[in-house]
């Protein structure tokens, strides 16, 4: 499992623990077990963390998203996993500057088809897409190339250390 795709993965399961416990626990306890759970050596220099973070702090706006974008399925009527899989996806894709929007729904989307029901992976596309074609195609184009850049950089540091 790539490094990112395991973030995301334990910031999924922070925010499932925590929407699925009314949301009562503490997010850093959550996180911190899951690490400790799922991943105990792994280091991701914070990015699950900064995920659950961002996600927690936008979470009116994102749910706002998923009420425009699923105005068949109540937000209380998602499943709870389909439903922190879609904050995760509207968090990378609307409000994250640094993931591209198309990584951000085929991360989305391969998280919902392990951990969700039969259909999720279909739900998650569906919805993710919908905002996906409300993006102005500069957005796009834009993302792609800060991303194109940041990984073009992080490769030149690679090859000289």
Known sequence: M?????????????LFAWDFNGRNKNLDEIISENFFNF???????GFAKELVSQVFSNLEKI??????YA?????????VVDRNVLRLGIYELVFSEKIPPKVAINEAIEIAKNFGGESSGKFINGVLGSIYNEIPEEEKEKREKNSS???DNKDNKDNKE
């Open 149 to 151: 850049r940041n990984k």
């Open 63 to 68: 749910d706002a998203y998923i009420s425009k």
């Open 71 to 79: 105005p068949e399925w109540p937000i209380n009527q998602i499943t």
């Open 2 to 14: 790539a490094n990112r795709h395991l973030s995301r993965t334990i910031a999924m399961q922070t």
């Open 39 to 45: 991943a105990p050596e792994f280091d991701d220099g």
